[in-house]
């Protein structure tokens, strides 16, 4: 049996920012972004995975390098996220943290 496999895709940084940030400003819906961009949820869901470890590198403490400052949107963004009722990103966080913990000896 012969299949036919479509070649794979490659979406650039900003387009998965556009895409996660569009999640989380609840302008669209993970179903909605998944069929736009033809894609599954489980790999929006490694995107959205990606950029909150992102978020963790770059706020942590330890680190020494200065980080530029953040973008203002995007930190109305967070404080509007993590204030709302909704908790998505509270819990990814706590989803990445457990795994986090699990992996460390």
């Not at 900003?14 to 819906?29: G, H, M, N, P």
């Not at 033809?38 to 403490?61: H, K, T």
């Not at 998505?88 to 000896?105: D, N, V």
């Amino acid at each position: 049996m012969n299949t036919i496999r479509t070649p794979r895709r490659a979406f650039d940084p900003q387009q998965k920012i556009t895409a996660v940030l569009s999640l989380w400003s609840e302008r669209r819906t993970s179903a909605q972004l998944c069929q736009e961009l033809d894609i599954s949820a489980a790999l929006l869901g490694q995107w959205q995975n990606l950029a909150i470890e992102g978020m963790l590198r770059a706020l942590d403490p330890k680190k020494k390098d200065p980080m530029p400052p953040i973008n203002l949107r995007l930190s109305r963004l967070i404080e509007k996220k993590l204030a709302g009722p909704s908790g998505k990103l509270e819990k990814r966080l706590r989803a990445i943290q457990k795994g986090k913990a699990a992996m460390s000896p």
